[in-house]
């Protein structure tokens, strides 16, 4: 059973633009989300991270939005560079139990 | 700091046998998850230990266990193993609860 899911496997977009990366959870009691990156032969970066008591959190050119209600979860990347090419996992966690991960978008930003 | 490592980086075995892979947390970090990635599947948690302790487990059959030890290096071995056990296993530490978790590059495992 998936509880976090990412229904978008790819997704590409021009340089320059924003990039919006979507996640959904079926789980009410997760309260800590996170955005990792992923290139080839390579393990997860962290990105950026919210908790469930903020709705936004920003780090330079990387925003994550958390909205309880609908249970959903989105990155926006602007502006979208070249090399912000790779894969994109989400996370979520409930206190004190393990990460759930998302099955990935794969992000192609096109110069 | 030194980050989270992981030997050895590749690993080719032969249906049947079994491995054993290691991690080495970053210093200070006392919390160790696994987890599986295959193509199309994500990642998939196998298990995390805290102070030597098994605190979380996923749907993993028993052929895949770990352990921690005293210094909070893990180790995580898979017996018997099957083609579909091919994948990149991936170890990662955090210092405490709901923080960031720390990826080490992961060892890539192809069963022939």
């Known amino acids: 059973d998936q509880q976090v899911k990412q229904n978008s496997p790819s997704l590409r977009v021009q340089e320059g633009r924003i990039s919006i990366l979507n996640c959904d959870y079926t789980?009410?009691?997760?309260?800590?989300f996170l955005w990792y990156k992923k290139y080839p032969a390579e393990g997860p970066t962290f990105l950026i991270s919210i908790s469930s008591i903020k709705d936004k959190n920003e780090d330079g050119r990387f925003t994550v939005f958390l909205n309880k209600s609908a249970k959903h979860l989105s990155l926006h990347i602007v502006p979208s560079q070249p090399g912000d090419s790779a894969v994109y996992f989400c996370?979520?966690?409930?206190?004190?139990?393990?990460?759930?991960f998302g099955t990935g978008t794969s992000l192609t930003v096109i110069p | 700091k030194a980050g989270v490592t992981q030997t050895p980086r590749y690993l080719i075995k032969t249906r049947g046998q079994q491995v054993t892979l290691s991690c080495s947390p970053i210093s200070g970090h006392r919390s160790v998850s696994w987890y599986q990635q295959t193509p199309g599947q994500g990642l998939q948690f196998l298990f995390e230990?805290?102070?030597?302790?098994?605190?979380n487990k996923g749907n993993f059959p028993g052929r895949f266990s770990g352990r921690q030890f005293s210094n909070s290096r893990s180790e995580m071995n898979v017996s018997t193993l099957e083609l579909g056990d091919s994948a990149l296993y991936l170890c990662?530490?955090?210092?405490?609860?709901?923080?960031?978790?720390?990826f080490g590059q992961g060892t890539r495992l192809t069963v022939v």
């Open positions: 230990y805290f102070s030597e302790t098994q605190r």
């Open positions: 996370a979520a966690s409930a206190r004190l139990d393990q990460f759930y």
């Open positions: 990662a530490s955090r210092g405490t609860m709901n923080t960031e978790a720390f």
């Open positions: 789980n009410s009691m997760f309260d800590y």
